[in-house]
């Protein structure tokens, strides 16, 4: 499971590291959060501002996905023998929905952490904010808002304790790290 904050290259690394795994393990499910379901194209909507929300109803939003993704997806594959790879889990909910001002003791309450399937390896696609938002295709000169935002959603993942991964060197680079890492975790 990868996570990062937009721009960290998570979705091309999960796309390669599936692409890996393939010749390796017998089925590898790849998905990401959010999904395309309803709760998905909600927050997308809120998201391209045609949708107005709280951070507490955006918050409903995530929790809703990710019941429908763990119920319909995540838990079936995981019974079939799956190795399944997911861009975001809940450890993004902690970091940005912490980030839009929603209380930890809320966000722990809400998300339940303790009943969802916990992965076997969490890592964190970690690079300097200025780096993520040139990747993530921004105008030279960013809003201070979006900055600060994405510093926040930086501090609360720096919180949960997740590996990290230096996501700032070339994608070939970061892709050989976390190879390696995973296939410790496959060697067991
Ligand atoms: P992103 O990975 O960019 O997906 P897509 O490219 O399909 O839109 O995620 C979209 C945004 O959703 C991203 O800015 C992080 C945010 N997000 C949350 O705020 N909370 C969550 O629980 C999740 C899964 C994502």
């Given at each position: 499971?990868?996570?990062?904050?937009?721009g960290?290259?998570?979705?091309t690394q999960?796309?390669?590291?599936?692409?890996?795994?393939?010749?390796?393990?017998?089925?590898?499910?790849?998905?990401?959060?959010?999904?395309?379901?309803?709760?998905?194209?909600?927050?997308?909507?809120?998201?391209?501002?045609?949708l107005?929300?709280?951070?507490?109803?955006?918050?409903?939003?995530?929790?809703e996905?990710?019941?429908?993704?763990?119920a319909?997806?995540?838990?079936?594959?995981?019974?079939r023998?799956?190795?399944?790879?997911?861009?975001?889990?809940y450890?993004?909910?902690?970091?940005?929905?912490?980030?839009?001002?929603?209380?930890?003791?809320?966000?722990?309450?809400?998300?339940?952490i303790?009943?969802?399937?916990?992965p076997d390896?969490?890592?964190?696609?970690?690079?300097p904010?200025?780096?993520?938002?040139?990747?993530?295709?921004?105008d030279?000169?960013?809003?201070?808002e979006?900055t600060?935002?994405?510093?926040?959603?930086?501090?609360?993942?720096?919180?949960?304790?997740?590996?990290?991964i230096?996501?700032?060197?070339?994608p070939?680079?970061?892709?050989?790290?976390?190879?390696?890492?995973?296939?410790?975790?496959?060697?067991?």
């Open positions: 499971m990868l996570e990062g904050v937009d960290s290259g998570k979705t999960v796309a390669r590291l599936t692409a890996w795994l393939r010749g390796r393990q017998p089925r590898v499910v790849e998905t990401h959060e959010p999904t395309d379901g309803v709760w998905g194209r909600r927050y997308r909507a809120w998201g391209r501002g045609e107005e929300a709280t951070p507490e109803e955006v918050l409903e939003f995530f929790v996905d990710r019941r429908e993704h763990v319909q997806l995540i838990r079936p594959e995981l019974a023998g799956a190795f399944v790879v997911s861009d975001r889990y450890y993004s909910t902690l970091a940005y929905q912490a980030a839009h001002g929603v209380e930890r003791a809320t966000l722990a309450k809400r998300l339940g303790d009943a969802l399937p916990q390896l969490a890592l964190w696609l970690r690079l904010i200025e780096l993520a938002l040139e990747r993530a295709g921004s030279a000169v960013e809003p201070y979006k600060a935002f994405l510093e926040r959603v930086e501090a609360e993942y720096a919180r949960l304790g997740l590996e990290e230096d996501a700032s060197g070339t070939e680079q970061v892709e050989g790290v976390i190879r390696e890492r995973v296939a410790r975790l496959i060697a067991g």
